[in-house]
């Protein structure tokens, strides 16, 4: 069968338009964009933003613990605090790509 000529070009969709959820600020509760980095109330970082950034310094603050511990005892004692401290600053790592991803930069410290 062959196509007709005469037929109409399937109609295009409309332009999508962006969804804005607003949500309450973690520190002043004032309606602030779901995207956005800082609150345009209160000037703060978001509230999740900063407990993941928290979360990265306390894990690496125990791997720096840990691995310098296993660099200063003998024998299997130190291999055993050395894989613990790699294992929170595999943690630490976890949590410094989560912020990163949101800031949309690795150079945030």
Sequence with gaps: MEPRANTPPPPT???MQQMTNKVNCGWCNQLMDST????TGCGKIRK????NKVAGYILS?????????GLFTEGTTSIVFS???LLFAAGS??????VS???KSWWWI
Aim: positive net charge; aromatic residues 22%; glycine residues 4%.
């Design 93 to 98: 790592f976890y949590f410094y790509s989560k």
């Design 48 to 51: 999740d933003i900063y407990n």
């Design 61 to 69: 603050f125990i791997a720096m613990i840990f691995v310098l511990t």
């Design 13 to 15: 969709p409309p332009p």
């Design 83 to 85: 894989v613990i401290g």
């Design 101 to 103: 991803k949101l800031l």
């Design 36 to 39: 956005a980095i800082r609150c």
